[in-house]
């Protein structure tokens, strides 16, 4: 059975830190970003289906919603993956998921059974992702300060 200190020293020389550790974190954020990037797209797939959801959820004018939706998801995307700024497009996903998340996933105002425990589960796994873009954000200015100078991927 391998160490732990071992195992590092064995990974550390087949696999270069450097690169390793820029793919991974691509590959991270790519999973973090993956449903603002395929829901934006589903939206302009489906371009009618888009309007009812914004008017499901009372967002009027439901066009002017769903193109804003669809630019900002896909925009704060593409600046999280390229590094540029990622702090704030970070933030600026967790805000908008918090705020979503209190529109769309009302589980206590539902009564109790599956539909309310669906909700409750979503509910919360949105403020994980709240979390996360949180950690991001934090990491981003750390590791490279506010100037989002630089790309960090």
């Known amino acids: 059975m ?18 390793v ?8 954020l790519l999973a ?7 829901g ?11 309007l009812a959801e914004m008017d499901h959820f009372g967002l009027r004018p439901a066009p002017v ?22 702090w704030a497009a970070a933030l600026a996903l967790a805000l908008f998921t918090l705020a979503a998340t209190f529109v769309a996933l ?14 409750m589960n979503g509910f919360f796994e949105h403020v994980g ?7 991001v954000a934090w990491h981003d200015l750390r590791e490279h ?3 989002g100078k630089g790309r960090t991927s």
Request: aromatic residues 12%.
């Open 106 to 119: 009302r589980f206590w105002e539902l009564p109790p059974g599956m539909e309310r425990s669906m909700a």
């Open 129 to 135: 992702l709240v979390g996360a873009f949180t950690l």
């Open 2 to 19: 391998l160490s732990q200190s071992s195992l590092e020293n064995h990974l550390t020389t087949r696999f270069p830190p450097g690169l």
């Open 65 to 86: 919603f769903a193109v804003c939706v669809i630019v900002f998801e896909l925009s704060m995307s593409a600046l999280i993956l390229a590094g540029i700024f990622r």
């Open 145 to 147: 300060g506010a100037s």
């Open 40 to 50: 934006p797209l589903t939206k302009i797939l489906d371009f009618p289906g888009a």
């Open 32 to 38: 973090l970003c993956s449903a603002y990037i395929q």
């Open 21 to 28: 550790g820029r793919r991974v974190l691509f590959i991270g």
